[in-house]
């Protein structure tokens, strides 16, 4: 295992045990990929096993059809709920500005990550006509020494509106508009939330993006004052 200013690195197995990292439970990353001049970053769910990790893409995501173009990525972890919104609905993503080259794969890593993993695609697990699962090994993990930082709610609900919004976004272009409101009123009990227990802050800025954004989804024709602006 090697020191580095800023990181540690090592393999899988140090770094889940460093980072206390529990098989078979979901955690949120930001995955980027690259096939040719095309590179990509968005909001991934991650599994980890004992010696390789699974990710479960949608098939209709730029993140799948570039990992089937070509097959390395980095798993980049950040507690920076701005980048997880600039990733999942900022087309215009500064990758100058927001990454930098990776060690040991020919794609960007996030450069504020707090750990980042490094890796290719091992192979197609399974998929069904709307996901895949691939197994990917780990090629180098890196990982800072993190501060102690207070846990917020408002950070909870701001990732959780975040995924609900894609599925919105998802449900809408299958015509499921129910489903779509379902996810409404979660985001619209998380935005109660974050304007409770977070007011004027960055986590309530996120929020009232995501609110105007969801309202101007079409056919997504949603009752006036379906949300209650809160003034940042």
């Known amino acids: ?12 197995k ?20 690259k096939a040719g001049d095309e590179a990509n970053a ?10 390789a990790m699974l990710l479960r893409p949608f098939k209709n ?31 215009k993503i500064g990758f100058n500005e927001l990454f930098t080259s990776s060690i040991s794969v020919p794609v960007p890593s996030l450069t504020n990550a707090y750990a980042r ?5 091992e192979g197609l697990v399974s998929e069904d006509d709307e996901r895949a699962v691939f197994r990917c090994k780990v090629l180098k993990a890196l990982w800072k020494r993190r501060e102690a930082k207070p846990y917020t709610r408002a950070e909870y ?3 959780e509106s975040l995924i609900h ?12 508009t129910q489903e779509a409101i379902q996810l409404a009123l979660f985001i619209k009990h ?12 960055i986590y309530s800025s996120i929020m009232n993006k995501l609110k105007v954004l969801i309202s101007s989804w079409s056919p997504f024709n949603l009752p006036p004052n379906f949300f209650e602006f809160q003034e940042d």
């Open 1 to 12: 295992m090697i020191m580095s200013e800023t990181y540690t690195e090592g393999d899988l």
């Open 14 to 33: 140090k770094f889940m045990e460093a980072n206390h990292v529990i098989p078979r439970v979901v955690y949120e990353c930001i995955l980027t990929t």
């Open 42 to 51: 968005a909001p991934m769910g991650v599994v980890f096993e004992d010696d």
């Open 61 to 91: 995501t730029k993140s799948y059809r570039l990992l089937t173009r070509a097959p390395y990525g980095v798993i980049n972890f950040t507690d920076d709920v701005e980048i997880f919104y600039i990733t999942t609905f900022d087309t």
């Open 117 to 121: 993993l490094e890796f290719v695609v």
């Open 157 to 159: 609900a701001i990732i």
């Open 165 to 176: 919004a894609t599925r919105i976004k998802f449900f809408l272009e299958r015509g499921m």
């Open 190 to 201: 998380y935005d109660a939330l974050i304007s409770r227990i977070a007011p004027n802050t």
